[in-house]
């Protein structure tokens, strides 16, 4: 049976898109008959590590190990490499222990060169999935600025690792485009695309009608809904103001916004001063297993994204979940967007940072209601042919396969 052991950033029982596709791959991984382990560096802090907690545990059913010791102190750039080290010193410790055939690390780049250092050392392969880059993620949340040292830094960081990696696979073509045009091999690079549990969201949820009456929902109401973080790349603003002018075709119309973060306070306020404001619901985040509640009773969920290199080259995963639980979706004309659905065909796009657009994409969605179903199946049947994890899986076991029969073959070793 063949031992991989995945190299992350965080894992379960923390919540995140992160944690989620970790989730998926690993259960599909191991459904399938692999024997798959995850670790964890240094930023993991869901168990208290730094104050004694497990260095191993099991979340929904996966095994975690984690690097203890607490967070790597120092100067910004030596922080970084003492939390290198110390991943690398983790795994190099547990795979001698285990035994694993492949390590499959995860970005960042600090667990993809983790893992490189670690698997040259033990002559393990290494395979390194890049699901966005960094410095355009810090970018798109506020934390970093375009075109800084640290910037430029961990794009250099990105592309030692994808040079010293056995294979590298992207989440989405953007990504994998824009490393060719870097100069890395293209035959080294293959795709993983987002993907969806269809045992956990593969049957629209029924309506919730205490939730409806709690929340002020009446039958018949449309409601366009968002599900996910509140960053300011996610456009939600942009949905603030396009409700007012929704609401002159559908004056019933209502929005649903669940979730947090960032950009929180800010839309709250903005949506307080809106002439919509009695349409506009915030919840708060809501507990996981309560997400499917808020799904039943959105009509149109909407992903109004703003034009950005982080929202070009990345695919979501939250549109591909609410195809796969039947609802409709409206999104802005952006690359990471556009590699998921086709205009009229699975979804509908409109362009991006314009909120009069939105208002018109939602309004003639919501006036053509005799094509939902078909819409819906579409959508539905596309998830299931291209996005179901125990059918994307089977592109990392042929690529771990490959690199375990140049081991064999005296084609990989520890100086390679």
Request: hydrophobic content about 40%.
């Amino acid at each position: 049976m063949t031992r991989v052991l995945h190299v992350l950033d965080h894992s379960l029982p923390l919540h995140s898109g992160y944690t989620f596709r970790t989730r998926a791959i690993m259960a599909a991984q191991s459904a399938s008959g692999l024997d798959v382990r995850g670790i964890t560096g240094l930023r993991h802090t869901a168990t208290g590590i730094e104050d004694g907690g497990p260095v191993a545990e099991v979340a929904e059913g996966l095994l975690f190990h984690r690097t203890d010791g607490g967070a790597a102190s120092g100067p910004a750039g030596m922080r970084e490499w003492r939390e290198i080290g110390r991943l690398s010193d983790a795994i190099a410790g547990l795979a001698r222990e285990w035994r694993p055939d492949v390590l499959h690390a995860h970005s960042p780049a600090l667990c993809g060169l983790a893992a490189v250092r670690a698997g040259k050392a033990l002559g393990i392969p290494v395979v390194y999935e890049i699901r966005a880059f960094w410095e355009d993620a810090a970018v798109g949340n506020g934390t970093g600025r375009a075109g800084s040292v640290r910037y430029r830094l961990t794009r250099a960081l990105e592309d030692r690792v994808v040079a010293d990696a056995d294979a590298v696979f992207t989440i989405c073509h953007g990504l994998r485009d824009d490393l060719i045009a870097r100069g890395h091999p293209a035959g080294k690079i293959g795709l993983s695309p987002n993907g969806v549990d269809l045992a956990m969201f593969g049957d629209p949820p029924p309506r919730d009608d205490a939730l409806a009456s709690q929340l002020g929902v009446e039958p018949g109401d449309p409601v366009v809904g968002f599900i996910g973080s509140f960053y300011d790349y996610e456009g939600l603003d942009i949905l603030i103001d396009a409700m007012p002018l929704l609401r002159e075709r559908h004056p019933g119309a209502r929005l649903l916004l669940v979730g947090g973060g960032p950009m929180d306070a800010a839309l709250r306020t903005q949506a307080a001063a809106s002439p919509a404001s009695a349409a506009i619901h915030f919840t708060g985040r809501v507990p996981h297993g309560e997400v499917e509640r808020y799904y039943s009773l959105v009509d149109v969920q909407a992903y109004p994204r703003k034009a950005s290199r982080l929202t070009e080259l990345v695919t979501p995963l939250k549109p591909l979940e609410a195809m796969a639980q039947g609802c409709l979706v409206a999104a802005s004309d952006v690359g990471g967007h556009r590699e998921l659905m086709v205009d009229g065909e699975t979804g509908v796009l409109f362009p991006p940072d314009d909120a009069e657009a939105c208002a018109d994409a939602l309004a003639a969605l919501l006036d053509a209601r005799h094509a939902w179903p078909a819409l819906r199946e579409r959508a539905r049947s596309h998830v299931r042919d291209r996005h179901d994890w125990a059918r994307n899986i089977r592109r990392y076991q042929d690529v771990y396969q490959l690199l375990l029969t140049r081991r064999a073959d005296g084609k990989l070793s520890a100086a390679a």
